[in-house]
């Protein structure tokens, strides 16, 4: 390390990212002593659920199953109020559990990562901020979390509109007066679908700009009474085993009965049930049939469209409502309360993008080929560049200078979405194939912290100051995510499944970019084990 750098900015461990994982993360390393810091381009903590303040935003995993499992003191103390809990209620979480552990003295605000070079003579990674400033660290470990990097659409004039507009993940921190005013929202995706749901009885008058319809199922929310919590505290072992069970890494289980041995009366009577569920119940706890058998995929799509027709007054709007290009569950399913409700009151409406498409944004709103409509604030709900984004917008140098992002041009390639081939002790939390993209994020974080914990542990017990997959490691697991992802009726379907944002340049519509690992929580979880019982084969450690 140059003798020129101030000793406060090198560190053995650099953790990029203060959301879910990074406060886990660091955690993990101080109680091991390891001299540790964590850069955050936010001027807080918090990550997803700092920076997503927009009305309607909320978990939809279950309280219990999203927070931290790895403190018995933070289970204890902690009183979740809703099933559901939302935005302001998470962040405060997040605080809580950062200032009771004294975490914040270990992370700098306003630190956003611009660049990393690795040096393969030093064995060590340099750090560039946007502030200009340098830091210098053995190991790298981002945790940039999945939906971190926001995407806007192309549309020519968006800024001359004179009123409000901005990404629901840019939502203002000061109040956006909304009573009376006109609002537009972009996007009915798994945001767009809780603004609307949110915003509907709050403004003057809604439209939906609608590109493509989703499938959508309630929310089911509910508050949690002081017994149920005191009951919820007595389960949390319960709770968090079910969890390592299920492929999603929620409560809810796949009924096994299989689909075809029952009636379709009796399924019928079992998708009722679901529908009643809190959460994921519809999908997750179903038939498992339903993500391999088309057949079986249509019968539960069918029922789901019937339940919008019956909450949509208008006939004609319900169908619009209703997807005709994917199944139910083939993309990720937005969970809403009061959504298709919306849809019912004289002050919101429809604006179906395949009939009039967007030609572009006005002083005063927005112009389609079929009409102009006047509104005060734009809400672009238009979704992420999701889980490799996060990555691309930091220049990543490895080996000889080799660029990650030109490298996952075409689609990430990673060593159980933890390392990268060419890329020495770089260390990914939630990274591009692993399961965090696909099931209940902190129960797969919680794995990907303590993984990579050990791992860290075993180099430096070893004496070892250069980890890296090899490359046929890495290319055994890119096969095992194909497989995993071929399996699955959604690798027809749009959406960050897929790897497919039509906002992000590259991406390209029907080639796949296999992001994430859909093999199931516990199978990823044994595996890892396996991997590190074994002394983790397939990295080359020097």
């Known amino acids: 390390?140059?003798?020129?750098?101030?000793?406060?900015?090198?560190?053995?461990?650099?953790?990029?990212?203060?959301?879910?994982?990074?406060?886990?993360?660091?955690?993990?390393?101080?109680?091991?002593?390891?001299?540790?810091?964590?850069?955050?381009?936010?001027?807080?903590?918090?990550?997803?659920?700092?920076?997503?303040?927009?009305?309607?935003?909320?978990?939809?995993?279950?309280?219990?199953?999203?927070?931290?499992?790895?403190?018995?003191?933070?289970?204890?103390?902690?009183?979740?109020?809703?099933?559901?809990?939302?935005?302001?209620?998470?962040?405060?979480?997040?605080?809580?559990?950062?200032?009771k552990f004294d975490l914040r003295r270990h992370m700098r605000f306003n630190a956003r990562v611009t660049s990393m070079t690795w040096d393969d003579a030093a064995r060590e990674w340099t750090v560039e901020l946007q502030s200009g400033e340098t830091y210098v660290a053995r190991f790298v470990i981002p945790s940039l979390g999945p939906l971190s990097m926001p995407t806007l659409p192309n549309y020519p004039g968006m800024d001359e509109f004179t009123g409000k507009s901005f990404h629901t993940y840019h939502w203002p921190t000061e109040p956006v007066a909304l009573e009376g005013k006109r609002v537009g929202v972009i996007g009915t995706g798994a945001t767009g679908i809780q603004v609307i749901g949110e915003l509907a009885d709050k403004v003057g008058e809604l439209k939906v700009f609608q590109r493509r319809p989703n499938w959508s199922s309630p929310l089911n929310n509910s508050p949690i009474s002081d017994e149920e919590m005191a009951d919820i505290r007595g389960r949390y072992d319960e709770i968090f085993a079910n969890c390592a069970e299920s492929p999603g890494g929620f409560e809810h289980v796949p009924d096994w009965r299989g689909f075809w041995k029952l009636t379709a009366d009796e399924r019928r009577e079992h998708f009722d049930f679901l529908?009643?569920?809190?959460?994921?119940?519809?999908?997750?706890?179903?038939?498992?049939?339903?993500?391999?058998?088309?057949?079986?995929?249509?019968?539960?799509?069918?029922?789901?469209?019937?339940?919008?027709?019956?909450?949509?007054?208008?006939?004609?709007?319900?169908?619009?409502?209703?997807?005709?290009?994917?199944?139910f569950g083939m993309q990720r399913l937005p969970l809403e309360t009061n959504y298709f409700e919306a849809y019912n009151r004289d002050n919101v409406r429809l604006v179906d993008l395949s009939d009039a498409p967007i030609e572009q944004i006005t002083a005063t709103g927005i112009q389609t080929t079929a009409e102009h409509h006047e509104l005060d604030v734009i809400v672009y709900a238009t979704g992420f560049d999701a889980i490799t984004g996060g990555y691309d917008r930091i220049d990543i140098r490895g080996v000889d200078g080799v660029s990650l992002a030109e490298l996952w041009h075409d689609s990430p390639r990673t060593f159980v979405g933890v390392l990268a081939h060419r890329f020495p002790n770089l260390f990914m939390v939630a990274g591009p194939q692993s399961v965090s993209g696909s099931t209940n994020f902190p129960r797969a974080i919680e794995t990907g912290v303590d993984w990579v914990t050990d791992l860290l542990e075993h180099?430096?017990?070893?004496?070892?100051?250069?980890?890296?997959?090899?490359?046929?490691?890495?290319?055994?697991?890119?096969?095992?995510?194909?497989?995993?992802?071929?399996?699955?009726?959604?690798?027809?379907?749009?959406?960050?499944?897929?790897?497919?944002?039509?906002?992000?340049?590259?991406?390209?519509?029907?080639?796949?970019?296999?992001?994430?690992?859909?093999?199931?929580?516990?199978?990823?979880?044994?595996?890892?084990?396996?991997?590190?019982?074994?002394?983790?084969?397939?990295?080359h450690l020097s």
């Open 1 to 99: 390390m140059s003798a020129s750098l101030s000793e406060s900015r090198r560190h053995e461990v650099i953790i990029i990212g203060a959301g879910v994982s990074g406060i886990y993360q660091v955690k993990r390393l101080t109680d091991l002593g390891i001299d540790s810091i964590v850069l955050e381009g936010d001027d807080d903590l918090g990550g997803t659920w700092y920076r997503n303040r927009y009305p309607g935003a909320r978990f939809d995993s279950e309280s219990y199953t999203y927070g931290y499992s790895w403190s018995r003191e933070v289970l204890d103390e902690w009183s979740w109020k809703e099933r559901f809990s939302a935005q302001p209620e998470n962040l405060r979480y997040l605080n809580f559990v950062a200032d």
């Open 459 to 539: 180099a430096r017990s070893r004496g070892s100051t250069r980890v890296e997959a090899t490359a046929d490691a890495e290319q055994e697991w890119v096969d095992e995510v194909v497989r995993a992802h071929e399996r699955m009726m959604f690798r027809r379907s749009k959406g960050w499944f897929t790897g497919y944002n039509s906002n992000v340049a590259g991406h390209q519509e029907g080639k796949i970019r296999y992001q994430a690992y859909f093999g199931g929580a516990p199978r990823y979880a044994a595996r890892v084990t396996e991997i590190a019982a074994a002394g983790y084969p397939g990295l």
């Open 275 to 327: 529908y009643s569920q809190p959460g994921f119940a519809i999908l997750v706890a179903n038939f498992a049939e339903i993500f391999f058998d088309e057949a079986a995929n249509q019968e539960i799509s069918d029922y789901i469209a019937d339940r919008i027709r019956q909450r949509v007054d208008d006939p004609e709007l319900a169908e619009k409502l209703i997807p005709r290009d994917h199944g």
